[in-house]
């Protein structure tokens, strides 16, 4: 079993930045892979970014690109989503995820799942 706990949403303009943190626990939680995905009303879950439980390569949704950044820790068991350039479609719920896989999580196949943490962009 692997515990994911979220942190760092909330409500920020336009333009802002915000960071995510998803704190893993577990056994072997160091080494699944782990990605962010987030849902708004009426939308389809997207994974917005994924990283190797090596902490390299990384995956990104086109619709973030050059905006999020993907890392996580050396003890590798937590992971942040850095998100700048905020726009009002990024407003979602954002849930952290892992796989032992990471060809897996790209397919939106998730072994484990937190709650989720509310972004909100104000226009």
């Not at 303009?13 to 915000?18: I, P, R």
């Not at 989503?81 to 995820?97: F, G, H, I, R, W």
């Amino acid at each position: 079993q692997v515990q994911l706990v979220e942190s760092g949403g909330g409500l920020v303009q336009a333009g802002g930045s915000l960071r995510l943190s998803c704190a893993a626990s577990g056994r072997t939680a160091s080494r699944y892979a782990m990605g962010w995905f987030r849902q708004a009303p009426g939308k389809e879950r997207e994974l917005v970014a994924a990283i190797t439980w090596s902490g390299g390569p990384t995956y990104y949704a086109d619709s973030v690109k050059g905006r999020f950044t993907i890392s996580r820790e050396i003890a590798k068991t937590t992971m942040y989503l850095q998100m700048n350039s905020l726009k009002p479609e990024d407003t979602a719920v954002y849930c952290c995820v892992v796989h032992s896989q990471y060809d897996q999580l790209l397919r939106n196949l998730y072994s484990f799942w937190g709650q989720g943490t509310q972004v909100t962009v104000s226009s």
